[in-house]
């Protein structure tokens, strides 16, 4: 939501990882990368969910079981897409006032005293308005493009997504939008074991959303904080107090209760949700292991698009090997999909699958890790929310119920880790 570079200090947060050195020099580059987020996103998403201002309106998209997919409007005012914006633009607006640490306070006050700090929490809210939409409308981009297919492919969306992504970052670096990065052997041989992990990640994210409902996948991947406990443990060293360990309960319980009474429930989904938790939170402790006491480290910014270059490299093989053969556009043809509908789809959440993922860094260099990771808590419920309505996600009482104490178990998890920190400073 992914959401680095790890030193003394540092915080690891949805995969993103920043250091307090960092924090500055990121945060003055955050109001051009919005720039081109908003750009990029005006040219793709026009009124009434037309690929642009002037383009013919596209054909239906069929989709298994035959039922056909309608063009989305991203911020009509009406019906489902009006719910889930609205939605959105709430949840934000709770986000953005939480209260962020002191040395957050102390920043915003030396940049302009109170009107300063009037016009960048406006500037944060729109920020994660804009970090929440991205997320919500990648999974159901996402969920449509797996669902057209004659056989979810998950491979070759996420070489597509992650093709995207970097066809995006090296427009970033030959535009000097961000200085590109120098890299040593040393330095690429530390970090493609964590392009592994964000590969892996994003392919078992697509192989479970492929397979069951977007809000159960959000659900069981709201665990996430259980592999980060013991994957710290084992790797870090690092032992949990036991208030940490109790507000795991809740999570671990939540996950189980869902998992038993979802309608769309199935083995290959689940594992897949949960291979991905450990991908992903592999990936976060690799980085503090590996890059920790890195004097030559590069800005999280960097670090991020060298992973995401390196992740897509890395998928190609395992797209051919896997779907490329049979994956080819006569192919597609043959099953009678719109391929130029397909495209565009999948295009607009490569496009949603950066963008969230790079705002949330950019979130990040501006407020605490911990006021962070709440707003990552509450997009999480606003995905889930907002695919239900969607979709019209059967959902019944218990299951609602043990979502909920799932992520109120992740919202605990976040305070709690919080205060220990608070503590040991």
């Given at each position: 939501m992914m959401q680095g570079a790890a030193?003394?200090?540092?915080?690891?947060?949805?995969?993103?990882?920043?250091?307090?050195?960092?924090?500055?020099?990121?945060?003055?580059?955050?109001?051009?990368?919005?720039?081109?987020?908003?750009?990029?996103?005006?040219?793709?998403?026009?009124?009434?969910?037309?690929?642009?201002?002037?383009?013919?309106?596209?054909?239906?998209?069929?989709?298994?079981?035959?039922?056909?997919?309608?063009?989305l409007s991203l911020l009509s005012g009406s019906g489902k897409n009006g719910e889930v914006a609205k939605a959105a633009a709430a949840a934000a607006a709770a986000a953005a006032s939480v209260p962020a640490d002191d040395a957050s306070a102390a920043a915003v006050t030396r940049d302009g005293g109170a009107g300063g700090g009037i016009a960048a929490?406006?500037?944060?809210?729109?920020?994660?308005?804009?970090?929440?939409?991205?997320?919500?409308?990648?999974?159901?981009?996402?969920?449509?493009?797996?669902?057209?297919?004659?056989?979810?492919?998950?491979?070759?969306?996420?070489?597509?997504?992650?093709?995207?992504?970097?066809?995006?970052?090296?427009?970033?670096?030959?535009?000097?939008?961000?200085?590109?990065?120098?890299?040593?052997?040393?330095?690429?041989?530390?970090?493609?074991?964590l392009a592994v992990g964000h590969m892996l990640g994003t392919v078992f994210t697509n192989m479970s959303l492929g397979k069951v409902a977007v809000s159960f996948t959000h659900t069981i991947k709201a665990s996430e904080p259980f592999f980060t406990v013991v994957l710290s443990a084992l790797f870090l060293g690092e032992v949990p107090s036991l208030p940490v360990l109790g507000s795991l309960v809740p999570i671990v319980g939540g996950v189980a209760l869902a998992s038993?009474?979802?309608?769309?429930?199935?083995?290959?989904g689940f594992w897949s949700a949960m291979a991905s938790n450990l991908t992903n939170q592999s990936r976060n402790v690799l980085s503090k292991k590996l890059l920790a006491g890195d004097k030559d480290v590069m800005d999280d910014i960097n670090l991020f698009s060298v992973i995401t270059v390196l992740?897509?490299?890395?998928?190609?093989?395992?797209?051919?090997?896997?779907?490329?053969?049979?994956?080819?556009?006569?192919?597609?043809?043959?099953?009678?999909?719109?391929?130029?509908?397909?495209?565009?789809?999948?295009?607009l959440a490569g496009l949603c699958f950066h963008g969230y993922?790079?705002?949330?860094?950019?979130?990040?260099?501006?407020?605490?890790?911990?006021?962070?990771?709440?707003?990552?808590?509450?997009?999480?419920?606003?995905?889930?929310?907002?695919?239900?309505?969607f979709f019209s996600t059967p959902i019944s009482p218990v299951n609602a119920l043990g979502t909920g104490a799932a992520l109120a178990g992740v919202f605990l998890y976040s305070r709690l880790t919080r205060t220990k920190k608070a503590k040991d400073a």
């Open positions: 030193a003394a200090g540092t915080t690891s947060v949805s995969g993103a990882s920043w250091t307090r050195a960092t924090r500055g020099r990121a945060s003055a580059l955050a109001s051009r990368h919005v720039g081109v987020v908003a750009s990029s996103s005006s040219s793709f998403f026009g009124p009434r969910g037309a690929t642009g201002a002037t383009a013919p309106p596209l054909p239906l998209l069929r989709v298994r079981g035959g039922c056909r997919l309608r063009p929490t406006a500037q944060l809210g729109a920020m994660i308005v804009a970090w929440y939409l991205l997320n919500i409308y990648f999974n159901i981009y996402n969920k449509q493009v797996l669902g057209a297919l004659p056989l979810p492919r998950p491979y070759t969306i996420t070489a597509f997504q992650l093709a995207f992504g970097s066809l995006l970052i090296f427009l970033m670096w030959a535009t000097r939008l961000h200085p590109a990065p120098k890299l040593s052997a040393a330095q690429l041989g530390k970090i493609a074991p038993f009474t979802e309608v769309s429930f199935n083995w290959t992740s897509f490299l890395l998928s190609c093989p395992l797209m051919f090997l896997a779907e490329g053969i049979k994956f080819t556009p006569g192919y597609l043809q043959s099953t009678g999909l719109n391929l130029q509908e397909l495209c565009v789809r999948a295009a993922q790079k705002l949330s860094y950019l979130i990040l260099s501006r407020v605490s890790p911990v006021t962070h990771s709440v707003a990552n808590c509450v997009k999480r419920v606003v995905v889930i929310v907002s695919s239900v309505l």
